[in-house]
């Protein structure tokens, strides 16, 4: 089936609330969290178990993984400038600053990315969210950046 959508863990947000397999959870604007682009030779699955949204596990097997040494790191970048913030009414939304290659990527048809929290243990390289480009996206000799909604990586409306 492939890529169709973008969509938080199901598995992630119960964690959360009962406070299981996120061993060493700082909070998302704590954590390290990485950014690893894949192809369409999966189907993401906001219902996969928490062992089965993590980096290399399950779909996310970095087999299926868009890279390129110097560029875009296998394992994925790390996400900068990272907040929570749930300063309008009603809402709740996990943000990051931009996330590019390096200057001069090969990177071709990179179809979406895997959010995952590189600090936690209990499931290690635990995902969080995946998002969907629209299609494919590639670049050649140049700068690949995911540019963030403005309303966030994901968002809970309330």
Known sequence: ???SSSEIFRSYVEDLIIAANLTTYGGLDAD???VALYNNSITPDQNATAANTAYNAGQWANTNEVSQGGQW???GQTLAGQSVN???AGVVFFDGTDTASGSAATLAS????LVYDDTVTATADRGICYNYFGGSQSVTNGTLTLVWN???IFRFTL
């Open 86 to 88: 749930a300063g309008t």
């Open 73 to 75: 790191a296998a394992g």
């Open 110 to 113: 990179v179809f979406g990315c």
């Open 32 to 34: 390290t969290v990485k």
């Open 1 to 3: 089936m492939a890529w």
């Open 150 to 152: 403005a309303n966030g």
